[in-house]
């Protein structure tokens, strides 16, 4: 149980591009997904808290404009990377954590999306 | 100081060592501990999940919890080459709060 989908794994694209990243939850409903970004060799780096029906929540020094944060259903939460350039290509990596009420849930992750700007 | 110290190794170890992995933290309140793995160009995986201080087994893992001397511990036992990877420490203050990572420790188990 408890497993969490991210698509595309791997996308490479020219600089201006903006791509699409899905994270779904294929066995549970998840109220709230978190994105994340990791660099080589480091650990991860929380980008956002995203609740279903409602507005993320963004770290600070992460661009709200720049990364687009839709997350319309319990199993769905997307992250638009807009207008990427060079500087953006990374590992992008989603979880999900299940909304059993009165309990407490661990984070569940995706496979992650490496992306790739030229 | 960060709030969770994880040395990063890397550790190699023969197999069927036994991996002995460890994070300190600072912050009294985190409460939820987690350990993942992590291999490369993969998300992390969890592997255990606790929140009350002692020891929980699973199968050949067992996570520690110290919460007066704030130390948390990852044992393998008879470790196999399919267990090289990355392990992330991961605590929170509640159960459904952010996460605070350490910075994970690579670990090389040699046939």
């Known amino acids: ?118 | 100081q960060k709030e969770v110290e994880q040395d990063p190794g890397p550790l190699s170890v023969p197999e069927g060592a036994i991996v002995s992995l460890n994070c300190t933290y600072s912050n009294s309140a985190f409460q939820y501990f987690m350990w993942y793995r992590q291999y490369s160009r993969k998300g992390p995986e969890l592997l255990m999940y606790t929140y009350s201080s002692g020891n929980k087994e699973d199968g050949r893992f067992t996570a520690q919890v110290d919460k007066s001397s704030k130390y948390i511990s990852l044992f393998i036992r008879d470790s196999q080459p399919s267990d090289s990877a990355t392990y992330l420490c991961a605590m929170s203050v509640g159960g459904n709060n952010r996460l605070a990572f350490g910075k994970g420790n690579q670990v090389v188990v040699i046939p």
């Open chain 1, 1 to 118: 149980g408890a497993v969490v989908s991210q698509h595309p794994s791997w996308v490479i694209c020219k600089s201006g591009t903006s791509v699409k990243i899905e994270c779904r939850s294929l066995d549970f409903q998840a109220t709230t997904m978190f994105w994340y970004r990791q660099f080589p060799k480091q650990s991860l780096m929380l980008m956002a808290t995203s609740n279903e029906g409602s507005k993320a929540t963004y770290e600070q020094g992460v661009e709200k404009d720049k990364f687009l944060i839709n997350h319309a259903s319990l199993t769905l939460s997307t992250l638009t990377v807009t207008s990427a350039h060079p500087e953006d290509s990374s590992f992008y990596i989603c979880s999900a954590r299940g909304n059993r009420p009165n309990s407490n849930q661990p984070q569940h992750f995706g496979d992650g999306t490496r992306l790739s700007i030229l």
